[in-house]
């Protein structure tokens, strides 16, 4: 065997999981990025909805003192 085959043999590995560790590194950074999505979403809902029920305290209160 000689000097190149045998670093070649022995880069295999962890080259290997060098980019299996890239892989799940992208996966994973895909749903991170899903939940960022989904908790921002629930967060505008939140935001609208704080916004309304404000608003309609508002008109209630102005509605009571005339």
Partial sequence: MTDR????????????????SLALGYLNSRK????????DG???????LTRKS???EGVKDQKEKE
């Fill in 32 to 39: 991170l990025r899903n939940v960022e999505t989904k908790v």
């Fill in 54 to 56: 404000s608003h309609a």
């Fill in 5 to 20: 085959m045998a670093l070649l043999i022995a880069s295999a590995p962890p080259t290997i999981a060098a980019l299996g």
């Fill in 42 to 48: 629930r967060l505008e809902e939140l935001l609208a």
